[in-house]
């Protein structure tokens, strides 16, 4: 009775449907004859409607071999015509385009396959449509272009002003099309590689395609947009538009089925007589298919008992092959209790299945971590938890109930019903105590060869086909390459070509035995060092051939030795002929301003009258300022060679720093008569965000070496000199350049004169003099910095020295006082003078006093010390360093003990480097250098009395 039911069930809605198919199948259209005003208009109208076409687009619309227009959309002109008895004027275009525009202002017009868009419908209205075609993505067969989701960053087109537009740009925006005329530009755009893909009507791309004969191209899935094709008219004709759309609702089913067959190879889905009879014919199977199955249901029974004889057996097979297996297994329900359990896991656990039903699997199952002894985590539990199969550790140790010890290998799986829900756990594990021992008896053994070949101090190593399956780090460390780049580089990448052949000739040599076991060849490392090497190289059978193994040695320390006699003797002869040089260098520089200024020291008497007096000291002036210029390239080299110079890192403003050397240097060119050279500045600003963070003194000491060379070194021309922005491997550098027009440099004297004490002329006549120092300085402070220096010049035509330093980038602000001025206000300030030389006393006094300072002298570091201890009035402290009794290290130690808020300046002679650490250290609170800067004096005097009545203007 049942089974009756289920039939009737499965046969209502089938014949339901079916019913609803026929009757469906037999209405006819509803007719929708034209009114009495409609039938006038169009009477009035005779001649004056026109149907628009704008696109030769097969088969949709186009001019055939022979020049007529045709086409599925022709036909549809036609069908209407018919349905009106009326005759449309036909108007063309050039492309959809141009139709489109016509559109817009025109009236009195039909235009036949039209997609809806949200711009054409403020000035068109639509039929129902009469053409629904899918939209596809077309692209080359060998384009790896295989969905919409594929198309981003690449060449997509489509033809203009078509609906599709709309779509992508609503729903993938992602994609930006190229847009051609039609679809047939289109097309041969992607087949010829312009586009990697096209948005195409489904009907047109498979039409075009045949026709055309394109036979590289694919078409892939349906990119979602339907072209619904209707007929528009101008919103401004109404009438027009009642008349036209039902003439397309009066178009019968069928006829639109016969016009699309008419020029598409594919069916729309109409229904049919030939389609209800197939209806009919699966109903009737369904029918004979419900019967033979009752048939089979009354035999269903007698199967069902014949399974449960086979499941009983099954079941003990399973048994039997349970308790047959040799690894241990015991078998856990889904809380983790055992509910099986075999010999061999009886044997292992010391337990009998028998005593342990159904108890928690950690009663038997206690298991711990043979290195550490700790207990490791039940697996079943494990299981159960993530619900996958687990392993054990390698080091697992089961204890038994008598507490023997075996080491095992286990493994646990989720038992799970058919919907994949866990039942519970099967747990697997075998006795590997032996094989445990032997494995970690050969760690051990293989630790230990291993342990001797890597810490060799020759490298070791075994080639096969061409191929290093091993390399030692002694190996990796001389030829640079690590392991796994050795087994995947060819071996002749660290081979020299001149030891090329004799490699080959050794590996093509299939008698091994003619071959030497030691032999030398030059190998070439990572970095492309040339490396003489020695090896000792055996043969053994490995795999399936024979295996070179042995010992690689670099020689190449022997043989620099030898290099290095041979160059430390030509050294010792250069640096002989250098010192020689340099000392009749240095005795030319230190004599001729000292000429100057002891010879113009006796002329001034008291009876010469003032202005020669003046003339003749700024003559000495000017040359002791040039001999303290050389005294202090010669220290600068020094504490540069022996790594004592610092560099003081600090934000700068690169263009004020260009101005005051452009202060400088028109200073030294009056004072060189060359005020004839024209001396370009060219500063540009950099970033607003970008700081240069150096040292600004250095940076100054460059640029004036370099432009005082140029002035040496130019009779006329010009001198250029700034900088610019570089970025080389996303590092931005300032780059500063001095171009001059002077003598020039030749081509193989450039990179000497970066040397300590060389010159592009060294010998002693040259004309422009110098220690030869200066650049040197200038390429080390340089490259201290973090930057580099070079030129580029040509003999009679100029010179162009280049160096670089870091720019970093910061949005912090930084604090720039390179503007500030010092408004000096320190009357009746009280300075003590600890100076044992009465002239460098002299001279602090002199330009201390016109500012109201009042200035007391002591003469060593005893004096000061009871000065201070004895009177509290001293607001300032001038200590100098090296004094007589008591040095001004001491002296300072011991009155900051006194008085810790007396800020004292050191002044010293020693102007070296790691003097002013050490100064510090003592507690000073400044340093001045020897001879004394007057502005330099007052800046650390500042610093001093900052926070009393000294102010700084911006």
């Known amino acids: 009775m049942n089974r009756l039911k289920t039939i009737g069930f499965l046969l209502k809605y089938p014949?339901?449907?079916?019913?609803?198919l026929v009757i469906s199948s037999c209405q006819s259209s509803n007719n929708h004859p034209l009114s009495h005003d409609e039938k006038a208009w169009l009477k009035n109208?005779?001649?004056?409607?026109?149907?628009?076409?704008?696109?030769?687009?097969?088969?949709?619309?186009?001019?055939?071999?022979?020049?007529?227009?045709?086409?599925?959309?022709?036909?549809?002109?036609?069908?209407?015509?018919?349905?009106?008895?009326?005759?449309?004027?036909?108007?063309?275009?050039?492309?959809?385009?141009?139709?489109?525009?016509?559109?817009k202002t025109a009236q009195d017009y039909i235009i036949i396959g039209c997609a809806r868009t949200n711009n054409r419908e403020e000035y068109l209205s639509f039929t129902n449509s009469i053409v629904k075609i899918p939209y596809v993505l077309l692209s080359q067969k060998n384009s790896s272009i295989n969905s919409m989701s594929s198309l981003e960053n690449k060449n997509v087109c489509t033809v203009s002003n078509y609906a599709v537009n709309?779509?992508?740009?609503?729903?993938?925006?992602?994609?930006?099309?190229?847009?051609?005329?039609?679809?047939?530009?289109?097309?041969?755009?992607?087949?010829?590689?312009?586009?990697?893909?096209m948005i195409v009507n489904q009907m047109f791309v498979t039409h075009i395609i045949n026709n055309e004969g394109i036979s590289n191209l694919k078409i892939l899935e349906k990119v979602g947009y339907i072209n619904r094709l209707a007929v528009a008219i101008s919103k401004n004709d109404p009438i027009l538009f009642q008349i036209i759309d039902k003439a397309i609702?009066?178009?019968?089913?069928?006829?639109?089925?016969?016009?699309?067959?008419?020029?598409?190879?594919?069916?729309?889905?109409?229904?049919?007589?030939?389609?209800?009879?197939?209806v009919l014919t699966i109903l009737l199977i369904f029918v004979a298919s419900f019967i033979v199955m009752w048939l089979w249901a009354i035999s269903l029974k007698k199967q069902v008992a014949r399974q449960t004889r086979v499941i009983k057996e099954s079941e003990e097979n399973l048994r039997i092959t349970f308790n047959s297996i040799g690894d241990a297994i015991i078998v856990t329900d889904i809380?983790?209790?055992?509910?099986?359990?075999?010999?061999?896991?009886?044997?292992?656990?010391?337990?009998?299945?028998?005593?342990?039903?159904?108890?928690?699997?950690?009663?038997?199952?206690?298991?711990?971590?043979?290195?550490?002894?700790?207990?490791?985590?039940?697996?079943?539990?494990?299981?159960?938890?993530?619900?996958?199969?687990?392993?054990l550790a390698n080091h697992t140790v089961l204890i038994s109930k008598d507490g023997h010890e075996y080491q095992i290998a286990d493994s646990g799986a989720p038992v799970k019903d058919e919907g994949g829900k866990i039942l519970g756990v099967v747990l697997v594990f075998r006795d590997v105590t032996e094989e445990y021992k032997m494995r970690e008896i050969l760690k051990e053994n293989e630790k230990r060869y291993r342990s001797l070949v890597e810490n060799s101090h020759d490298g070791v190593f075994l080639f096969y086909?061409?191929?290093?399956?091993?390399?030692?780090?002694?190996?990796?460390?001389?030829?640079?390459?690590?392991?796994?780049?050795?087994?995947?580089?060819?071996?002749?990448?660290?081979?020299?070509?001149?030891?090329?052949?004799?490699?080959?000739?050794?590996?093509?040599?299939?008698?091994?035995?003619?071959?030497?076991?030691?032999?030398?060849?030059?190998?070439?490392?990572?970095?492309?060092?040339?490396?003489?090497?020695?090896?000792?190289?055996s043969y053994i059978p490995y795999k399936n051939g024979i295996a070179s193994q042995g010992i690689i040695r670099d020689i190449s320390t022997t043989r620099q030795h030898e290099i290095e006699l041979i160059k430390a003797k030509e050294n010792a002869e250069e640096s002989d002929r250098l010192k020689s040089v340099f000392l009749a260098t240095m005795s030319h520089e230190l004599r001729t301003p000292l000429n100057a200024v002891i010879g113009f020291s006796d002329l001034i008497q008291k009876d010469l009258p003032i202005d020669e007096i003046l003339h003749f000291s700024e003559i000495i002036r000017m040359s002791g300022k040039h001999l303290l210029g050389v005294i202090e390239d010669v220290f600068d080299i020094s504490l540069i060679e022996i790594g004592d110079i610092k560099i003081e890192m600090e934000p700068l403003n690169i263009s004020i720093i260009l101005d005051e050397v452009h202060e400088i240097i028109k200073n030294e060119q009056m004072l060189q008569n060359k005020e004839n050279i024209e001396?370009?500045?060219?500063?540009?600003?950099?970033?607003?965000?970008?700081?240069?963070?150096?040292?600004?003194?250095?940076?100054?000491?460059?640029?004036?070496?370099?432009?005082?060379?140029?002035?040496?070194?130019?009779?006329?021309?010009?001198?250029?000199?700034?900088?610019?922005?570089?970025?080389?491997?996303?590092?931005?550098?300032?780059?500063?350049?001095?171009?001059?027009?002077?003598?020039?440099?030749?081509?193989?004297?450039?990179?000497?004169?970066?040397?300590?004490?060389?010159?592009?002329?060294?010998?002693?006549?040259?004309?422009?003099?110098?220690?030869?120092?200066?650049?040197?300085?200038?390429?080390?402070?340089?490259?201290l910095m973090g930057g580099d220096i070079w030129v580029d010049s040509e003999e009679e035509k100029g010179s162009s020295f280049y160096f670089t330093i870091p720019l970093t980038n910061s949005s912090e602000k930084h604090n720039d006082t390179t503007h500030e001025h010092i408004n000096l206000n320190l009357k009746n300030k009280i300075v003590l003078i600890a100076e044992?030389?009465?002239?460098?006393?002299?001279?602090?006094?002199?330009?201390?006093?016109?500012?109201?300072?009042?200035?007391?002298?002591?003469?060593?570091?005893?004096?000061?010390?009871?000065?201070?201890?004895?009177?509290?009035?001293?607001?300032?402290?001038?200590?100098?360093?090296?004094?007589?009794?008591?040095?001004?290290?001491?002296?300072?130690?011991?009155?900051?003990?006194?008085?810790?808020?007396?800020?004292?300046?050191?002044?010293?002679?020693?102007?070296?480097?790691?003097?002013?650490?050490?100064?510090?250290?003592?507690?000073?609170?400044?340093?001045?250098?020897?001879?004394?800067?007057?502005?330099?004096?007052?800046?650390?005097?500042?610093?001093?009395?900052?926070?009393?009545?000294?102010?700084?203007?911006?």
């Open 15 to 20: 014949l339901i449907l079916l019913l609803f």
């Open 679 to 783: 001396l370009i500045l060219i500063n540009e600003s950099v970033d607003q965000d970008s700081v240069l963070f150096s040292d600004q003194k250095r940076i100054k000491q460059i640029l004036i070496n370099l432009l005082k060379n140029a002035l040496k070194f130019t009779n006329s021309g010009s001198i250029k000199f700034g900088y610019e922005v570089h970025e080389y491997e996303q590092k931005q550098f300032i780059q500063f350049f001095v171009k001059d027009t002077g003598i020039g440099i030749p081509q193989k004297l450039q990179k000497l004169i970066f040397e300590v004490f060389r010159q592009a002329d060294q010998s002693h006549s040259r004309i422009y003099g110098g220690t030869g120092l200066g650049l040197t300085i200038c390429k080390k402070l340089t490259n």
């Open 45 to 103: 109208n005779e001649g004056k409607i026109e149907v628009l076409f704008g696109y030769q687009e097969p088969p949709n619309a186009f001019y055939n071999e022979t020049g007529d227009y045709v086409g599925l959309l022709v036909d549809y002109q036609k069908e209407i015509e018919k349905q009106l008895n009326y005759k449309f004027t036909f108007r063309g275009f050039d492309t959809w385009e141009d139709l489109i525009n016509y559109s």
């Open 836 to 954: 044992d030389d009465e002239t460098s006393f002299s001279l602090l006094d002199t330009l201390l006093t016109p500012e109201g300072i009042d200035c007391i002298w002591v003469k060593d570091g005893d004096e000061a010390v009871e000065f201070c201890e004895n009177n509290k009035h001293i607001d300032l402290l001038l200590m100098d360093i090296n004094m007589p009794k008591m040095n001004g290290y001491i002296a300072t130690q011991k009155i900051k003990e006194i008085r810790p808020e007396l800020p004292i300046i050191a002044q010293t002679a020693f102007a070296i480097e790691g003097d002013k650490e050490k100064i510090l250290a003592a507690g000073c609170d400044y340093y001045i250098s020897k001879p004394i800067n007057k502005n330099d004096l007052f800046e650390k005097i500042l610093l001093c009395f900052e926070s009393d009545n000294v102010t700084i203007e911006s």
């Open 166 to 197: 709309d779509y992508l740009a609503q729903y993938h925006p992602n994609i930006n099309p190229i847009n051609f005329n039609s679809d047939l530009e289109c097309i041969r755009a992607v087949s010829t590689g312009i586009c990697d893909a």
């Open 335 to 391: 809380d983790g209790k055992i509910t099986g359990m075999n010999p061999v896991a009886e044997k292992l656990t010391g337990w009998n299945f028998e005593e342990i039903r159904m108890q928690a699997l950690d009663k038997i199952f206690r298991i711990i971590n043979s290195k550490t002894r700790e207990t490791v985590e039940d697996p079943v539990k494990k299981v159960l938890k993530t619900g996958q199969t687990i392993g």
């Open 249 to 278: 609702d009066n178009i019968q089913p069928n006829q639109h089925k016969k016009l699309y067959k008419s020029w598409v190879n594919a069916d729309e889905a109409f229904i049919s007589k030939k389609d209800l009879l197939s």
């Open 465 to 537: 086909n061409n191929t290093f399956e091993f390399v030692n780090r002694k190996f990796e460390q001389i030829l640079e390459y690590s392991s796994k780049e050795m087994k995947e580089i060819n071996f002749d990448s660290f081979v020299a070509p001149e030891s090329l052949s004799l490699i080959l000739s050794r590996l093509e040599e299939k008698d091994k035995s003619k071959l030497s076991s030691t032999f030398e060849f030059t190998g070439i490392s990572k970095s492309g060092k040339k490396l003489p090497l020695e090896v000792s190289v």
